[in-house]
């Protein structure tokens, strides 16, 4: 199964992937409010949404 990555040094942590993901894989850091992480990976559906919905083409699916 293909798994979500964020690139950290294109990420803006605008916040979309995280409410464009329709089975929660993002979620906020919990030290740092500001990083958005790939929390459950294993839930990942491949929709794509997330890396076609990012404006700074920080997110692969592969
Ligand atoms: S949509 Fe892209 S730029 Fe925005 S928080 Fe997610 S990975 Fe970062
Ligand atoms: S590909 Fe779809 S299911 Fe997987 S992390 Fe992105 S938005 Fe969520």
């Given at each position: 199964?293909?798994?979500p990555?964020?690139?950290?040094?294109?990420?803006?942590s605008?916040?979309t992937?995280?409410?464009?993901c329709p089975?929660?894989?993002?979620?906020?850091?919990?030290?740092d409010?500001?990083?958005?992480?790939?929390?459950?990976p294993?839930?990942?559906v491949?929709?794509r949404?997330c890396?076609?919905?990012c404006?700074?083409?920080a997110?692969?699916v592969?």
């Amino acid at each position: 199964m293909a798994k979500p990555v964020i690139d950290y040094k294109k990420c803006i942590s605008c916040g979309t992937c995280l409410q464009i993901c329709p089975v929660e894989v993002y979620a906020r850091d919990e030290k740092d409010q500001k990083k958005i992480i790939v929390k459950k990976p294993d839930a990942c559906v491949e929709c794509r949404a997330c890396e076609t919905s990012c404006p700074q083409e920080a997110i692969k699916v592969n």
